[in-house]
T-cell receptor, first 116, second 112 residues
Framework: DGGITQSPKYLFRKEGQNVTLSCEQN?????MYWYRQDPGQGLRLIYY???????QKGDIAEGYSVSREKKESFPLTVTSAQKNPTAFYLC???????????????FGAGSRLTVL | KNQVEQSPQSLIILEGKNCTLQ??????????LRWYKQDTGRGPVSLTI?????NTKSNGRYTATLDADTKQSSLHITASQLSDSASYIC???????????FGKGTRLHILP
């Protein structure tokens, strides 16, 4: 079955530690995205990538880093510089990036990060 | 400023009843509007997409409407089921920079 796989589902981290969230897709989608979801707020864009080896900052990129070495993979690292990292993180992908307005975002099941 | 506002924030109805969720947006120029359903602890799933020229679109018991003049959309759920309990998110795509703006969602609870 085609889709997006995020891991781990739940993650606990001590303050000061970096943590990497995995996102893998087998949909052959070009564009991939990372969003953060907090209670009572809309999804906020952290980073996005339109093509391999290229990515752009979203609205709240500070304290996060990404890589796009393969089309299928777009891991997100939450660094110790992120002041409030406890949140639900969602990875998404779409067929193509800018200019293809009708594309639907396909989301993964999410990763819940809790900082202790 | 591009914004998407949804109402109500939360809604509780009895199983079998109908309900309507609202979405107002100020995104311009407008490309399309989607409604997503998000079950608790899961990722959102697309229900419908509306473009500028479309007024109504149905997906089973879900019917979305769009008034591009007043920049309003609604999602009507008919004969609600317990499985409809979820958050419903309105998402608008801007035409100029392809930016995607998410509403905060409406949390729907269906009681047996």
């Amino acid at each position: 079955d085609g889709g997006i796989t995020q891991s781990p589902k739940y993650l606990f981290r001590k303050e000061g530690q970096n943590v990497t969230l995995s996102c893998e897709q087998n949909l052959n989608h070009d564009a991939m995205y990372w969003y953060r979801q907090d209670p009572g707020q809309g999804l906020r864009l952290i980073y996005y990538s339109q093509i391999v080896n290229d990515f752009q900052k979203g609205d709240i990129a500070e304290g996060y880093s990404v890589s796009r070495e393969k089309k299928e993979s777009f891991p997100l690292t939450v660094t110790s510089a992120q002041k409030n990292p406890t949140a639900f993180y969602l990875c998404a992908s779409s067929i193509a990036a800018a200019g293809s307005g009708a594309n639907v975002l396909t989301f993964g099941a999410g990763s819940r990060l809790t900082v202790l | 400023k591009n914004q998407v506002e949804q109402s109500p924030q939360s809604l509780i109805i009895l199983e079998g009843k109908n309900c309507t969720l609202q979405c107002n947006y100020t995104v311009s120029p407008f490309s399309n509007l989607r409604w997503y359903k998000q079950d608790t602890g899961r990722g959102p799933v697309s229900l419908t997409i509306m473009t500028f020229s479309e007024n109504t679109k149905s997906n089973g018991r879900y019917t979305a409407t769009l008034d591009a003049d007043t920049k309003q959309s609604s999602l009507h759920i008919t004969a609600s089921q317990l499985s409809d309990s979820a958050s419903y998110i309105c998402v608008v795509r801007a035409n100029r920079d392809d930016k995607i703006i998410f509403g905060k969602g409406t949390r729907l609870h269906i009681l047996p």
